[in-house]
């Protein structure tokens, strides 16, 4: 077990960058467990530091995802093996750290209505977009601009982590092509723009035994690519969803829905080498006197059985949803007995693959092309799998690909829709 805070050589290069005041805008970029996120975190509270009633931020997509992975997580062992002794104090009504000095860091999620308020309404020295690869740019636009606070011991900086999605993402046109995402001219301020790489073999040191052999290499080639090797990917040839159509009937908000479904894809096992577990909302509507599907939320996560059916619950209450849709092929009954130990009631319907996945996903597919498949906003981890997997492969279908299509599949059934597109 680590006992104290032993930088690697990359976590120096990553230091000596981060530190750099003319790079404003930094992205860490690479695979699983590369210590991006140890390095950042001790780089905000170090700057948290050096300016005394300083204000800083760390974001994720969802607030729930912030407390778990940055507030139980890695916050408190940075503290420990990095700043021995330091007595701070977390606020877990308004969720910030407090600083001896009387700097705080706040931690906050972009789902919280109420929280991105008093973001919004906030100035202050450092953001940092933790795995920012979830986030779409419009929301990056707006939280920036809260970067204005003047303190003459810092320079404002935006920071910015991910394993590197698709390259159509942001991020890759950003820091790779050195272009602006929605029209892409060449970035203004180049300059201030720094990129680093940091993969788990930068990390070894201290990562579990065999972690990048066992876990790591047991991985799709798709996978492998981004969490092992730390590569952007391509479009799949063969996939059959297209990022064109995707983008092309990408709508901002989604009319009023005839029925909302989530659909359930779950883990069988909750350890460092499980899957995730596919939690996606789709709902129905009428346009024109056709059904369309719209994607309303991606709630998926890596974790154990009652944190995935807690998020499930959560995400079929945020939607107001009429139904759980859940595959037990694996689960059996325990995935139902999930779900009602934290909601009884809930309505919920299992569903069994009999047929190949593919198979499955054809109609999906096909309303995707149709343009009768609408995605509400930007979900960047979803698009990626839908379009990096090809049936040919042989690779197994991603979690959240499976979980968008039990839930569309389930919503053509109700509405006797099933199949008509083949």
Known sequence: MQTEFKKT?????????????????????????????FILVYTMIVRALKAPGSCHLMLRLRFNHAINSLVHQTIPKVFELAFPGLDYKLSKTRWFYKLPNGSEIWIGGLDDGERVEKILGTEFSSIYFNECSQLDWEAIE??????????????????????????????????????????????????????????????????ADNYIESTLMSLSERDRKRFKDGEFTDDAEGALFKWGDICKYRVKAAPEMRRVVVGIDPAVTANNGSNNTGIVAAGVAKVNGEDHYYILDDATLNGTPAMW???AIDCYEKQDANEIIAEINQGGDLVEANLRTIMPLVPYKPVRATRGKAIRAEPVATACEKGRLHFVGEFTELENELTSWAPASGEPSPDRLDAMVWAVRGLMNKTGHIGVWR
Not at 24 to 36: M, P
Request: glycine fraction near 4%; proline fraction near 8%.
């Open 9 to 37: 050589p990359k976590q120096i290069d990553a230091l000596s960058l981060l530190a750099d005041p003319t790079k404003t805008n930094i992205l860490l970029s690479g695979g699983s467990r590369s210590g991006k996120t």
């Open 309 to 311: 059916a807690r998020a």
């Open 142 to 207: 707006v939280v920036k601009t809260r970067l204005a606070s003047k303190n003459p011991a810092l320079v404002n900086k935006l920071y910015f982590d991910c394993n590197p999605p698709n390259k159509r993402h942001w991020t890759y046109k950003v820091w790779i092509q050195n272009v602006h995402p929605v029209d892409n001219t060449p970035i203004k301020f180049q300059e201030s723009y720094g990129y680093l790489k940091m993969n788990p073999e930068d990390n070894r040191e201290n990562l």
